[in-house]
T-cell receptor, first 111, second 111 residues
């Protein structure tokens, strides 16, 4: 069966510090991968998606970036965090068809 | 992808059926209706999806009107663990594409 992991589960970072969130998927190959962010009390916003290694599509302009160094690894990064980067970050995967499967999420607080 | 409209919140008594409506009047012929839910502090969970026929699985039933401009998610016997935000999403299916989440309906199941 397939599983998706995210770490860390929670993170508190100062403004201006770098960020690296990792997502890995097990039990499937060549998945589509997604990064979403959910600000407090709001819906999910798609940040990035990837259909293959090294292929990244960005949905909104921001100071975040994503990379896919391996087939089942998706990384979300920032060089300098802003207060507005606080939120709940969710990674998801899908096959070509049908539903997306979400990870447990990382709760990021920028102080 | 078509926009959806859902009530902000609903209450349901435990053991009763929960009927969650969704309007998608601009849906295109090749767009599917997907339902996800998000329990507090967790990642969204896929529930069900359909194109034009009614669908049923172990979690819920999906009723789509004949003109496909609206649909209803039915949880036949709601439990306290069904308390969550329910998202109705329409998108082109079978492409593993991105999901665009709205604000959803916050369902509270009460004892």
């Amino acid at each position: 069966s397939q599983t998706i992991h995210q770490w860390p589960a929670t993170l508190v970072q100062p403004v201006g510090s770098p960020l690296s969130l990792e997502c890995t998927v097990e039990g499937t190959s060549n998945p589509n991968l997604y990064w979403y962010r959910q600000a407090a009390g709001r819906g999910l916003q798609l940040l990035f998606y990837s259909v293959g290694i090294g292929q990244i599509s960005s949905e909104v302009p921001q100071n975040l970036s994503a990379s896919r160094p391996q087939d089942r690894q998706f990384i979300l990064s920032s060089k300098k965090l802003l207060l507005s980067d606080s939120g709940f970050y969710l990674c998801a995967w899908s096959r070509l068809a049908d539903e997306q499967f979400f990870g447990p999420g990382t709760r990021l607080t920028v102080l | 992808d078509a926009k959806t409209t859902q009530p902000t919140s609903m209450d349901c008594a435990e053991g009763r059926a929960a009927n969650l409506p969704c309007n998608h009047s601009t849906i295109s012929g090749n767009e599917y209706v997907y339902w996800y839910r998000q329990i507090h502090s967790q990642g969204p969970q896929y529930i069900i999806h359909g194109l034009k026929n009614n669908e049923t699985n172990e979690m819920a039933s999906l009723i789509i009107t004949e003109d496909r401009k609206s649909s209803t998610l039915i949880l036949p016997h709601a439990t306290l663990r069904d308390t969550a935000v329910y998202y109705c999403i329409v998108r082109v299916g079978n492409q593993g594409g991105k999901l665009i989440f709205g604000q959803g309906t916050e369902l509270s199941v009460k004892p």
